[in-house]
């Protein structure tokens, strides 16, 4: 079977990761209990999980000309995804996300670094690579006429598009109506629809697009009215990687001719398995690891 292409246009982090029995309050020094640097980036982690599933995945985006950048496109490569449409650029360092860890949660402050040299002209300079997809993954790391331009290309290439709102902020009225899905968790559902003046129309439209994530409770999608698809209950290590974990899984699905609610049940198993492990990459399991975990669901 031939794999189905993925292109990812997003960020490109490497994770500093320090685990803590507590967050410290403002001005409170406090002993850690480990620390980790970790491949990242909203758009990385995306296009990993989407590699390790058996997706043909492409990645555009930027890092460093620095330690970090190699570090990153060697690692990237060694995934299986292909790297020659990442730029390293000389004026900004590669990005970077302060990730602290206590107590199976996460506070995370992220630094754009030469995530920010990904320019609209950048991504317009991809338009055959866009146009060739069957699938376009993007998120919100990168600025956000970038992210515009790609679904413009998309659209006018009738590629399926997946936008992962995050990190939240206000979205034109244009880029929500241009994208076929959208993949908020509820806060960001509901400032999503806040930050636009829709019509009682336009926000039905909205929401039907919606894939709302709900953690421990699921996923909700509107297929005639609101359908819940459950969770599933894993020990919890780190859930920084989940939500990536998912957007990559559905891309997938979706591009291997799946339904949309078979699709998100598909990554609803991703995400779960993702949390087992610390580090937003390490825990993305492959297709054996998934069919491995449904088998010891059954019964």
């Known amino acids: 079977m031939t794999k189905k292409k993925i292109t990812v246009i997003g960020s490109i982090n490497m994770d500093l990761v320090t685990k803590t029995k507590q967050i410290p309050k403002v001005g409170e020094t406090l002993l850690g209990d480990s620390f980790y640097t970790i491949p990242g980036g909203k758009g990385a982690n995306q296009a990993v999980a989407a590699a390790r599933l058996g997706s043909d995945v492409t990645l555009i985006g930027c890092v460093g000309d620095d330690s970090f950048g190699s570090d990153l496109t060697k690692h990237l490569s060694d995934q299986g995804i292909h790297i020659e449409n990442m730029k390293p650029v000389t004026q900004q ?70 936008l992962n709102p995050a990190p939240i902020q206000a979205l034109p009225k244009s880029l929500l109506k241009m994208v076929d899905y959208l ?28 894939i709302v994530t709900k953690g421990s409770k699921g996923v909700s999608i509107y297929i005639d009215g609101e359908v819940l698809i459950p969770s599933y209950k894993v020990e919890v290590v780190d859930t920084t990687g989940a939500g990536d974990s998912f957007n990559g899984a559905l891309a997938y699905s979706l591009s291997n001719g799946a339904t949309l609610e078979e699709s998100c049940k598909f990554a609803n198993v991703v995400g779960a398995i993702s949390v087992t492990k610390l580090g937003a990459q390490s825990g993305m399991p492959t297709l054996d690891e998934v069919e491995e975990f449904l088998q010891s669901r059954k019964g």
């Open 93 to 162: 360092s590669t990005g970077i996300a302060s990730i602290t860890l206590s107590d199976g949660d996460n506070s995370i402050i992220v630094v754009p670094g030469a995530n920010y040299a990904v320019t609209p002209d950048f991504v317009a300079s991809h338009e055959e690579m866009i146009a060739g997809s069957d699938v376009l993954l993007l998120q919100l790391e990168i600025p956000l006429e970038s992210v515009i331009k790609a679904a413009e290309l998309a659209n006018k290439h009738n590629v399926l598009t997946i």
């Open 183 to 210: 993949t908020p968790n509820e806060h960001e559902q509901e400032l999503l629809l806040a930050s636009c003046d829709l019509s009682e129309q336009e926000e039905k439209e909205i929401r039907e697009k919606c």
